[in-house]
């Protein structure tokens, strides 16, 4: 049992517990590939918030880690088999409810560890900021925590030659040979302020990637995946470790 782990931890250990900050891992269940599994997003925010729920806790923060939220905005997949969809109102109503439990029980701080691009979750704690004033919300997205050129050859967003590597590393036994998978070729937008990244138009998945990938991933390694896991665990720690020891009402210096 870690202590860490909500959903491993029991009545009688919590009971009295006093806990700082409420980590939410947020992933989706979306196709990556032809070679990854459609949990990808989730497996590696489990396994990223575990772990470095895990550093933190050992370096005496109070802490715990919700279970992963498996769904994520997928509007743009429509037409991709199974891509499950919860729309930003759905995700709103779900934090709203788990923020309630957290403010009765005088948990304060709320951190979602975002695990999938679609989501953007800085609207919804704008508004639940209102409603709940002596909570402090913030979100991270992992993926953009480290520069990916310092451990990968190849670059890419979904399926590519990073979450391959930390798939491979996490979840050896879910990765289909690299033969098997697609190059990851992504059409461009016609758009030039879209193209440079100061304008923004959601992807239609099935028209800018053939096999629902975006990055090459065929030079990926489980090695790969361990260096990147390991300093991106360690990273996130101290994240956690400063928002359950910082001071909600005065968080500035």
């Known amino acids: 049992m870690r202590p860490y782990i909500l959903a491993e931890s029991n009545w009688k250990d919590l009971k009295h517990a006093n806990i700082d900050l409420a980590i939410l891992p947020w992933g989706a269940t979306e196709a990556h590939n032809y070679h990854l599994p459609y949990g990808t997003d989730n497996y590696e925010a489990e396994a990223i918030a575990a772990e470095a729920g895990r550093i933190a806790y050992e370096a005496g923060a109070h802490l715990t880690v919700l279970p992963t939220i498996p769904f994520g905005v997928n509007t743009g997949q429509a037409d991709i088999f199974l891509d499950m969809n919860l729309n930003p109102s759905t995700q709103l109503a779900i ?7 957290l403010h009765r029980q005088k948990v304060r701080k709320l951190l979602i560890l975002n695990s999938h691009g679609g989501n953007d979750f800085k609207t919804i704690l704008r508004e639940l900021g209102l409603k709940f004033p002596d909570m ?17 050859e190849m670059d890419g967003d979904h399926a590519d030659e990073m979450e391959t590597s930390l798939i491979m590393h996490l979840q050896p036994h879910l990765v289909r040979s690299l033969e098997e998978a697609g190059e990851g070729e992504e059409r461009e937008s016609l758009v030039e302020g879209i193209r440079e990244g100061w304008a ?4 239609k998945w099935s028209r800018v990637t053939k096999d629902t990938g975006i990055g090459n991933p065929k030079k990926a390694s489980s090695e790969k995946g361990q260096r ?15 928002l359950a020891e910082l001071n909600q009402y005065d968080p500035y210096k």
């Open 95 to 101: 934090v709203n409810d788990l923020v309630e439990v």
């Open 136 to 152: 402090f919300f913030s979100s991270c997205n992992w993926f953009k925590a480290l520069d990916k050129k310092k451990y990968f």
């Open 200 to 203: 923004w138009s959601e992807r």
């Open 228 to 242: 990147y896991f390991k300093d991106l665990t360690e990273k996130i720690s101290k994240l956690f470790i400063e």
